[in-house]
């Protein structure tokens, strides 16, 4: 699978697998593709040549009501979250389930919140129970981040895109988050994360795929790897 945009090649034949129950992270330096990857996953990035399979369908050749229920399956944190500041704590939560909701339900959830008991379970697990009603805007960045990890979390996906989930958290919260996430793959889901540091990358996957200008340069089991092995690819010192 190849992504141009304009003259620029993003992704260069990448070729990538991801299983059942697998947590596989996405390693390397700004600019090496992990976003872009995993936005053809989600559907935002159209792929330029080559195919794309997720969760046994070929999203380009759905539409209607199919593209919503495989959207429905596949939850994304992404990095520059993709909240609106305005809506409350609630509303963008429940955002994570509204591809699974009739659109009436949708619509009047808007004016009376539907779900609230599990939405404030969703809060609970990130730390941010006491925050459901709250205007988005009014939160830090880290709870900010947080609000989007429990709309993915509300949403109970197959499949978990995260794109630098934790980059605004402290290092409790960033266990815990990352822990979260990875729920689906116990379930039997995947979990296909963009990770910057190397330790996070081998504590909380069993899988390490390495981007460099836009091409896999490494594909191995977490065990078999070091930070040492992984700090080129981020272009730190090990």
């Known amino acids: 699978m190849t992504v141009r945009l304009g003259a620029a090649t993003v992704l260069d034949d990448v070729d990538l697998t991801v299983g059942a129950g697998e947590r596989v992270a996405l390693a390397g ?27 046994g369908a070929d999203p380009a050749a759905l539409r209607g009501a199919a593209l919503r229920r495989l959207r429905a399956r596949v939850g994304t944190v992404h990095q520059h979250l993709e909240l609106a500041g305005a809506l409350r704590v609630v509303h963008e939560v ?23 008991a599990d939405v404030v379970a969703a809060l609970e697990q990130v730390g941010l129970a006491d925050r459901v009603f709250d205007r988005t805007d009014a939160l830090s960045g880290g709870q900010r981040q947080r609000v989007a990890v429990a709309r993915v979390l509300v949403q ?18 960033t266990e815990r988050v990352l822990g979260l996430l990875a729920g689906p793959a116990d379930r039997g889901g995947a979990l296909l994360a963009a990770l910057h540091d190397p330790a996070l990358a081998l504590r909380h996957c069993d899988r390490v795929v390495g981007l460099a200008a836009g091409r896999v340069v490494l594909d191995a089991p977490a065990a078999a790897l070091t930070v040492a092995d992984l700090a080129a690819l981020y272009g730190t010192a090990a």
Not at 104 to 115: F, I, K
């Open 29 to 55: 330096a700004s600019g090496a593709g992990k976003s872009t990857l995993l936005g053809v996953v989600n559907g935002t990035v159209p792929p330029s040549g080559g195919s794309v399979r997720v969760l």
């Open 94 to 116: 429940n955002a994570g389930r509204l591809g699974s909701w009739p659109a009436l339900r949708a619509a009047w959830s808007l004016v009376r919140p539907q779900g609230v």
């Open 156 to 173: 109970r996906p197959d499949l978990v895109l995260a794109d630098e989930p934790a980059s605004a958290l402290d290092p409790v919260l």
